[in-house]
């Protein structure tokens, strides 16, 4: 066998007792662009981090360009052309996108002093090789998060990288971004550097990919070319079982909607929306960030009120001003950012999902009815399937499908009639997503209407009956769930592109 | 689903089982069980160091007359630290309140008054203080909650309000001669407990009921831990914030007045030492300065630590400079074992889940 960029032999890995890895093998040809997939928690993290040296294998064996290199350390990966662009992507967000790109190799050479013009030089020449155009001294926490990425990328080129290795990168980038992204990843390949792409999207994973490698619990279940596999093929062997394909619909609704808004408005955010959700109904919103979407949800919701339009409630005008107002009227919101809008972390699963009902738990006394909170508690774990130790453990020690029942179960233990759920499904597995959607089907089925907001296309497409179109603050366009894909969401999108194209990321050099 | 993950799903034993058991509630959070520890190790210390002095009724008897009102005005101090701020203007508040009560008793009282007449005068001034207290309390609030103010800066400022209007009200002079009824609180016992341990317990008692079993409690500490997610997830933030400040203040106002019945004076800058020693208490006491998390039992036990400590030494003669030097020491420590024992607990657990599992 001709010698690979880099082997992965039979990797065994354990964390105190925990088998992490387990018997793993990857091998990664020279310019291949290789897609490592697999549920959360499957192990595909700590492979990254044995690769990149941050972690020293058990067992088993890594060779770089042929070479057994045993006791591989980060500084020793690094050298040998291995970079790994992490989900945060490592940047420092109060220094400039030149300081950001160039600092570290002017560190790593030990300057005394800094040479500013050739930091900028060495800066513009990384960005070129990207094929980017930023204004190199932006505040980096000004950027997109597109923009960082490209920064990290950029970054990741100036040490003569020949695998880049990239966590979930897509994860909080929309269609366009995803779109420029794979443009880079070309150029990249062409310029005969390999890319290991972590993922849990399917469409990505079939799209970028040559060869694919699946892992499950902590072992690699296969790895196979990309033209080998199917869609149902890809997601049996990442979760172990079938998982069928179908669409949500329900009949023509009539009569009085749960919530209907008209011409609703908030300075700067959207303006004239008019929306209506039935009992039973299923309604997707979708749009690129910043068209609103997440504002009008929490417009909804009384985090941010609107400031001139009507809400409705079963028919009632109503006046949402606050969070208090939003619950009393019925309203649920689970929000897009689950780790810092939706979750204490460090306090017990038990608390983060009582909390919208702490008042509904008290006693004759005003005291909290320990048996009441329990109870509700283990019904909400069994019936969401929450996989946990004990409910007194921190929330922060589950699996993001896990976490996020844990805030749909607090939303949902206060019995909603209208729910709001924005991106339902981000840092998701895929069994857990199935489960979450099922779950929401069931409640529509029962009558609770569902505003769903997300960017997932065949997430969209699946489980509502119709799906809404944001741009610029207005709705522009709706379509039948099961007929949303991707060329009615581009048609939607670029019908209406009459003013000035879709906003271009800020901070290019004028 | 598969057996597994069934299994898994099912809440541990412990969860369901109702009783209480003093192990497992010592267990249940290492702090706890070191700070208790800790408490034993100096109390023994300080029998063996000085038996015939540290281990005597009167020592234990002067000690229950000196930390009550540290531990009120720790009390004070936790609950907004739960909160995820400060309060530093405690003191000021216990101040300026007192020295309200003090003139409503002291001046107000008519000449020649009949006994029942300047006990009407002294609770008047009683609750004169506590109002003027959770007053003082809500001006912290609403500057914290409403115009969104750090915390650290809201008392900072408040703190010096306070005092330089108590120096504005005496003229930096002391205000004697309060009722000799108001003064045996201070100094009186109460079936052998002195009067002040009877407050504090009393203190003690109401914060546990209000952050463990009231809806307020948990919504404080839900707050604490991540003010973001509480907005989102359903709580009025301003109302908890107000809340706590205002506990905070009334709080304040008791120690203040605990600690002019023991004096038998007020004045503007009486225990301006007492608001870091209840940051030290609190923070002690395992009280998370990020917010979030905070044991009642482990401020009591941690205020009594301080006072085994304090009067040890003072058994020993060793000098009040000694004492801070030591209170320090002892704050690092324990500041240093918590870093550190997490890491060390969660080595020891995964090591016995990984036996149990196999």
């Given at each position: ?510 | ?64 007359f000196q930390?009550p009102v540290?531990?009120i ?20 508040i216990a101040n300026l309140t007192s020295i309200l009560a003090a003139m409503v008793m002291v001046r107000l009282v008519p000449e020649g008054a009949s006994a029942g007449t300047s006990f009407m005068y002294m609770l008047l001034g009683i609750v004169c203080a506590i109002i003027a207290g ?32 108590a120096?504005?009200i005496t003229k930096g002079q002391a205000i004697v001669g309060l009722p000799e009824q108001f003064s045996s609180i201070g100094n009186g016992s109460h079936?052998?407990?002195p009067v002040p341990?009877i407050i ?52 304040a106002s008791i120690a203040g007045l605990v600690m002019i019945a023991l004096t038998n004076s007020a004045k503007a800058d009486y225990g ?87």
């Amino acid at each position: 066998m001709p010698k690979a960029l880099i082997e992965l032999n039979h990797i065994n890995k354990s964390f105190a007792g925990v088998h992490a890895l387990k018997d793993v093998s990857l091998r990664i040809e020279y310019g291949e662009v290789h897609c490592l997939a697999g549920e959360n928690g499957c192990g595909k993290s700590t492979l990254i981090k044995v690769m990149s040296g941050v972690h020293a294998p058990d067992h088993g064996e890594i060779r770089i360009d042929g070479q057994l290199r045993s006791g591989l350390n980060p500084i020793e990966a690094i050298n040998s052309g291995i970079q790994v662009i992490y989900q945060d992507f490592s940047i420092f967000p109060n220094l400039t996108v030149a300081e950001n790109i160039a600092l570290n190799g002017e560190l790593a050479a030990r300057k005394k002093w800094i040479n500013w013009s050739k930091m900028r030089q060495t800066a513009k020449q990384a960005l070129d090789k990207v094929g980017v155009d930023l204004d190199l001294n932006a505040k980096v926490e000004h950027l997109s998060v597109a923009d960082k990425q490209l920064i990290a990328i950029s970054r990741a080129l100036m040490h003569e990288a020949k695998l880049i290795v990239m966590d979930e990168p897509t994860t909080a980038l929309t269609q366009k971004e995803v779109r420029a992204l794979f443009r880079v990843i070309e150029g990249l390949k062409r310029d005969g550097i390999s890319i290991l792409f972590v993922s849990h999207k399917l469409e990505e994973v079939f799209e970028l990919s040559e060869r694919i490698t699946i892992m499950r619990n902590g072992k690699n279940v296969i790895s196979e070319r990309a033209d080998q596999l199917n869609r149902e093929k890809l997601v049996y062997y990442m979760t172990g079982r079938q998982i069928d394909e179908s669409y949500y619909e329900i009949g023509k609704q009539s009569g009085t909607p749960l919530l209907r808004t008209d011409n609703l408005s908030l300075k700067g955010c959207f303006e004239h929306i008019s929306l209506s959700i039935h009992p039973g109904e299923i309604v997707g919103l979708t749009g690129l960030l910043g068209s609103g979407r997440t504002e009008l949800a929490e417009a909804l919701f009384g985090l941010t009120p609107a400031t001139s339009g009507e809400i409705f409630r079963d028919g009632e005008p109503v006046s949402i001003r606050s969070v208090q107002d939003a619950e009393t009227h019925g309203i649920a919101y689970v929000p897009e950012d689950r780790l810092t809008e939706g979750l204490f972390l460090e306090q017990s699963i038990e608390r983060n999902m009582v909390v919208s009902v702490i008042d509904e738990q008290k006693d004759k006394w005003g005291m909290i009815d320990r048996r009441k909170v329990k109870s509700a508690v283990r019904s909400w774990i069994q019936k969401l399937g929450i996989a946990a130790h004990s409910p007194l453990a921190p929330v922060k020690t589950l699996s993001g499908g896990n976490q996020q029942r844990v805030v749909l179960a607090r939303w949902l233990a206060a019995s909603p009639k209208v729910l709001i759920l924005n991106g339902p499904s981000v840092g998701v597995d895929i069994g857990s997503k199935e489960d979450i959607h099922q779950v929401i089907r069931e409640l529509a089925g029962q009558g609770l209407g569902v505003l769903m907001i997300s960017d997932d296309l065949p997430e969209l497409r699946q489980s509502c009956n119709r799906v809404l179109v944001m741009k610029r603050g207005r709705i522009i366009g709706e379509a039948e769930g099961k007929s949303f894909t991707q060329e009615v969401w581009s048609e939607l999108h670029d019908a209406r592109d009459d003013d000035a194209g879709p906003v271009e990321r800020r901070g290019n050099t004028a | 689903m598969t057996n597994q993950a069934a299994k898994r799903t099912g809440p541990d034993a412990s969860y369901d089982d109702p009783s209480f058991s003093l192990k497992r509630w010592l267990s249940s959070d290492g702090n706890l069980t070191r700070l208790f520890v800790i408490m034993v190790v100096v109390f023994v210390t300080m029998t063996v160091l000085s038996p015939r002095t540290f281990l005597t009724l009167d020592s234990f008897s002067s000690m229950a007359f000196q930390f009550p009102v540290l531990g009120i005005l720790s009390l004070a101090m936790m609950l907004t630290m739960v909160s995820g701020g400060i309060d530093l203007s405690i003191v000021g508040i216990a101040n300026l309140t007192s020295i309200l009560a003090a003139m409503v008793m002291v001046r107000l009282v008519p000449e020649g008054a009949s006994a029942g007449t300047s006990f009407m005068y002294m609770l008047l001034g009683i609750v004169c203080a506590i109002i003027a207290g959770v007053l003082c309390g809500l001006l912290n609030g609403f500057a914290v909650a409403k115009i969104g103010i750090p915390p650290i800066l809201v008392t900072l400022g408040s703190m010096q309000l306070f005092m330089g209007l108590a120096i504005v009200i005496t003229k930096g002079q002391a205000i004697v001669g309060l009722p000799e009824q108001f003064s045996s609180i201070g100094n009186g016992s109460h079936i052998g407990i002195p009067v002040p341990l009877i407050i504090f317990a009393l203190c003690v008692a109401a914060v546990y009921v209000l952050l463990n079993r009231r809806p307020y409690g948990m919504k404080l500490q839900l707050l604490g831990s991540n003010p973001t997610a509480s907005r989102y997830g359903g709580i009025n933030n301003t109302v908890v914030l107000l809340k706590t400040y205002a506990l905070s203040g009334l709080l304040a106002s008791i120690a203040g007045l605990v600690m002019i019945a023991l004096t038998n004076s007020a004045k503007a800058d009486y225990g301006t030492s007492y608001i870091l020693q209840a940051i030290l208490v609190v923070v002690l006491g395992g009280v998370n300065p990020n917010g979030g998390f905070g044991k009642i039992a482990g401020v009591v036990m941690a205020v009594l630590t301080l006072q085994f400590l304090s009067s040890g030494l003072n058994a020993l003669h060793v000098g009040n400079f000694f004492k801070d030097f030591i209170w320090g020491i002892v704050l690092i420590l324990v500041m240093v074992i918590n870093a550190v024992s997490p890491r060390l607990k969660w080595k020891r657990r995964a090591a016995g889940s990984s036996k149990t599992s196999s």
